[in-house]
């Protein structure tokens, strides 16, 4: 079966300090991989997609980047954080062909202070 | 564009029924329901594709309305664990990214 982690789960962070965030899937292969931020009490934002290793389409211009070194492996970064980059982080999957619901990871409570 | 649900909060007596909607301005192919419960990620509920169609398991169903871009959400003898919050999502393409926009959320509240 497929899983899907995502690490750590809460981060408290100054401003200006930089930020790694890593999710990983298991059990399917080409996954199409997304975040999401949530501010308090907030829908879904969506920031970052991926079709494949490499392949990063950004929704939203902001100090955030993303990173998929491997099929199964996305990273969100970021050089340096501000305070309203503060949210709940998640990393969700799909698989590439047909259409099914996401899979989202456990998510990440940022704060940053 | 966010497409907007409606309501934005409802309580109900367990046992009681609701609606949930969701509308977008754009032309969709595809909607999701999600739930939230409080401090825990989104779980998928159900998708519904272009075609009118409309799906359901157990008490939880859906409809999907292309023409008038909209879905709603319907939550039938509802259950303490019902509550939470739900969110619409819409897709927009056919490709192989699926991505969506979610919508502004419902809380839904049920109590004994």
């Known amino acids: 079966s497929q899983t899907i982690h995502q690490w750590p789960a809460t981060l408290v962070q100054p401003v200006g300090s930089p930020l790694s965030l890593e999710c990983t899937v298991e059990?399917?292969?080409?996954?199409?991989l997304y975040w999401y931020r949530q501010a308090a009490g907030r829908g879904l934002q969506l920031l970052f997609y991926?079709?494949?290793?490499?392949?990063i389409s950004s929704e939203v211009p902001q100090n955030l980047s993303a990173s998929r070194p491997q099929d199964r492996q996305f990273i969100l970064s970021s050089k340096k954080l501000l305070l309203s980059d503060s949210g709940f982080y998640l990393c969700?999957?799909?698989?590439?062909?047909?259409?099914?619901?996401?899979?989202f990871g456990s998510g990440t409570r940022l704060t940053v202070v | 564009q966010q497409p907007v649900q409606s309501p934005q909060a409802v309580i109900l007596r367990e046992g009681e029924d609701a609606v949930i909607n969701c509308s977008s301005s754009k032309a969709l192919y595809s909607v999701h329901w999600y739930r939230q419960k409080h401090g825990e990620a989104p779980v998928f509920l159900m998708i519904?594709?272009?075609?009118?169609e409309q799906k359901g398991h157990d008490k939880i169903s859906a409809s999907f309305n292309e023409k008038k871009q909209q879905s709603s959400l319907y939550l039938t003898a509802s259950q303490l664990s019902y509550s939470g919050t739900y969110f619409c999502?819409?897709?927009?393409?056919?490709?192989?990214?699926?991505?969506?926009?979610f919508g502004t959320g419902t809380r839904l509240q049920v109590t004994l």
């Open positions: 969700a999957w799909s698989v590439t062909r047909g259409y099914y619901g996401y899979t």
């Open positions: 519904l594709l272009k075609g009118g």
């Open positions: 999502g819409t897709g927009l393409h056919t490709g192989t990214a699926s991505k969506l926009t």
């Open positions: 059990g399917t292969s080409n996954p199409n």
């Open positions: 991926s079709v494949g290793i490499g392949q």
